[in-house]
């Protein structure tokens, strides 16, 4: 069975930091390519970061780039999402996603990130 576990979400102010990890098992995670998306209230899903199989190419939408960083360790077959920079407009349900094609069917139960003064 496919588990994608998040963590590390929570409330943090504006230009405040977090770290996202996403725990996976029950598939080969250090051959899939991986990706983060989000869902802000009342809004769709968001694709916001990728990375490869072996984690030497990532991906991000224009609006992380530069304050978000995704990485992986496969000996731990774990995701990481490095939040930095945070907004107010960053704040959603953020979900570890298998696969970077934007298929959302297999992802986590999501971790909450409110950024608030």
């Known amino acids: 069975e496919v588990q994608l576990v998040e963590s590390g979400g929570g409330l943090v102010q504006p230009g405040g930091s977090l770290r996202l990890s996403c725990a996976a098992s029950?598939?080969?995670?250090?051959?899939?390519?991986m990706s983060w998306a989000r869902q802000a209230p009342g809004k769709g899903l968001e694709w916001i970061a990728g990375?490869?199989?072996?984690?030497?190419?990532?991906y991000y939408a224009r609006s992380v780039e530069g304050r978000f960083t995704i990485s992986r360790d496969n000996s731990k077959n774990t995701l990481y999402l490095q939040l930095n920079s945070l907004k107010t407009e960053d704040t959603a349900m953020y979900y570890c996603?298998?696969?970077?094609?934007?298929?959302?069917?297999?992802r986590g139960q999501g971790t909450l990130v409110t950024v608030s003064a």
């Open positions: 990375i490869s199989s072996g984690g030497t190419l990532t």
């Open positions: 996603v298998r696969g970077n094609n934007g298929n959302y069917e297999t």
């Open positions: 029950g598939f080969g995670f250090s051959i899939a390519d």
